[in-house]
């Protein structure tokens, strides 16, 4: 299978001892990742993301239809990502983006609350971590976003204080435009973004991971947030035999 690309954003191994960059790659097996940011100077924080991707998009980098947009110093795949494109292929939806418990930031989190009244989970919100769709709707989102112009970290004179624009704010904002037809993940089949997630709320069975609020298996998950030193982490990747 060879319709779809993993791409990641990545600048430097990173040190601290929580995250899992080393453990991404080998979750990945033999799925090679386009890797954004590596080059000194394109990498400038959060806002560069999209802007590089977009730059990818573009220049005809990515020549595949389809891509798997994923962080990779806090995210591991569960099975291997043609499994995860399989099942984006089941939602029927051009750009399918990730949800959490969490609001973050939360200027938007009224809109959010509105538009999920009536959902039975508790994954209501936008996480930008972890994307699958066509090419040509994330290209389509990323020029609504005008993604080639958000500026990197700066420090604001004015203010007195440094600017860090973030991506998911930006994606936040295109959710509720619809560009396209985007669609949230809200029950964690492609990825379970862990933040404000406890233990127990995960089942070991086999070797998959259940979460028992959704009544699915992920194909990957995020250690976002508290999660990155939370009770998940280690009985995930060992559970996957990552670590």
Same mark, same amino acid.
């Given at each position: 299978m060879n319709?779809?690309k993993?791409?990641?954003?990545c600048?430097?191994?990173?040190r =601290?001892? +929580? ?7 080998k979750?990945?097996?033999? #799925?090679? &990742?386009?890797? %954004? ?6 990498y400038?924080?959060l806002g ?6 977009y730059n990818?998009?573009k220049?005809?980098e990515?020549? =595949?239809k +389809? ?10 795949f569960a #099975?291997? &990502?043609?499994k %995860? ?12 983006i990730?949800a959490e418990k ?7 989190k009224?809109?959010y609350?509105k538009?999920?009244?009536d ?12 994307i ?12 609504s976003?005008d993604?080639?112009?958000i500026?990197n970290?700066?420090?604001n004179?004015?203010k007195?204080?440094?600017?860090n624009?973030?991506?998911?704010e ?9 560009p396209?037809?985007?669609?949230l993940d809200?029950y964690?089949i492609l990825?379970n ?8 709320e995960l089942?070991?069975i ?6 028992n ?7 990957s998950?995020h250690?976002?947030g508290?999660a990155?030193?939370g009770?998940c ?6 559970h996957?035999?990552?670590?």
């Amino acid at each position: 299978m060879n319709t779809y690309k993993v791409v990641t954003v990545c600048n430097h191994t990173p040190r =601290e001892p +929580y995250y899992c960059l080393r453990e991404f790659v080998k979750s990945l097996q033999d #799925v090679v &990742p386009m890797i %954004l940011g590596s080059e000194p100077g394109t990498y400038g924080g959060l806002g560069s993301k999209p802007r590089l991707l977009y730059n990818a998009i573009k220049s005809g980098e990515i020549k =595949e239809k +389809y891509i798997i947009f994923c962080d990779c110093f806090d995210l591991v795949f569960a #099975v291997h &990502p043609d499994k %995860l494109f399989l099942k984006y292929t089941q939602f029927a939806s051009p750009l399918v983006i990730s949800a959490e418990k969490n609001c973050f930031p939360a200027d938007l989190k009224d809109e959010y609350d509105k538009l999920t009244e009536d959902i039975d989970s508790p994954y209501r919100y936008l996480n930008s971590g972890m994307i699958a769709g066509e090419v040509d709707a994330m290209l389509a989102v990323l020029e609504s976003m005008d993604a080639k112009n958000i500026p990197n970290d700066y420090w604001n004179e004015e203010k007195n204080c440094m600017i860090n624009p973030n991506d998911q704010e930006y994606y936040q904002k295109e959710f509720l435009n619809q560009p396209v037809q985007i669609s949230l993940d809200r029950y964690q089949i492609l990825c379970n973004t862990l933040h404000s997630v406890e233990l127990d709320e995960l089942s070991f069975i086999g070797d998959r991971i259940f979460n028992n609020v959704t009544g699915t298996y992920p194909c990957s998950f995020h250690l976002n947030g508290n999660a990155k030193t939370g009770p998940c982490r280690g009985p995930i990747l060992k559970h996957l035999n990552l670590i």
